[in-house]
C-alpha cells in the first residue's frame, strides 16, 4: 500500500510560477514509476509528466514541456512538479500517482491511467488570465 498527499495547489496570475509536491508513504521500494496528472473541469484526466525512480528519466506531456519539472528529493519520497509560464488552460486539479509495473524495457512506461495504481485526493491549480 502507498499512501499519496498532494499540495502546493493555488490561485497564480497567467505567466506566474507554482510548485506542487506529493508525499509519498508505505511500500514505497516497489514503485517504479511516479507521475503527475491532472483533470480540468468536464474534461478527462490527462497525462502530465512521469519519473522514473531508478534513473530520474523523464518524459512530458507535449503542451507542458519546457514549462513544467518534475523532479523527486533525494529520499524519493516527495515528488515536485515545478509549473512555470502557467496559462488559463493549465487551470485544473492536478493529482500525483505512482506505478510499479517492470514490464517495460528501457526508459518507456506508459503515460495511461492503468499504469499507475495509487493516487493522491488532489490539489487545485487555478490560473487566471
Known amino acids: 500500500q502507498v499512501h499519496l498527499e498532494e499540495s502546493g495547489g493555488g490561485l497564480v496570475d497567467a505567466g506566474g510560477s507554482l510548485r506542487l509536491s506529493c508525499a509519498v508513504s508505505?511500500?514505497?521500494?516497489?514503485?517504479?514509476?511516479m507521475a503527475w496528472f491532472r483533470q480540468a473541469p468536464g474534461k478527462e484526466r490527462e497525462f502530465v509528466a512521469r519519473?522514473?525512480?531508478?534513473?530520474?528519466?523523464?518524459h512530458y506531456a507535449e503542451s507542458v514541456k519546457g514549462r513544467f519539472t518534475i523532479s523527486t528529493d533525494n529520499t524519493k519520497d516527495t515528488l515536485y512538479l515545478q509549473m512555470s509560464s502557467l496559462k488559463p488552460r493549465d487551470t485544473a486539479l492536478y493529482y500525483c500517482?505512482?506505478?510499479?509495473?517492470?514490464?517495460?524495457?528501457?526508459?518507456?512506461?506508459?503515460?495511461?491511467?492503468?499504469?499507475?495504481?495509487?493516487w493522491g485526493q488532489g490539489t487545485q491549480v487555478t490560473v487566471s488570465s
Open positions: 500517482a505512482t506505478g510499479s509495473d517492470r514490464r517495460y524495457v528501457g526508459n518507456y512506461y506508459p503515460t495511461i491511467r492503468s499504469a499507475y495504481t495509487y
Open positions: 519519473i522514473l525512480r531508478d534513473n530520474a528519466n523523464t
Open positions: 508505505g511500500h514505497t521500494l516497489d514503485i517504479y514509476a
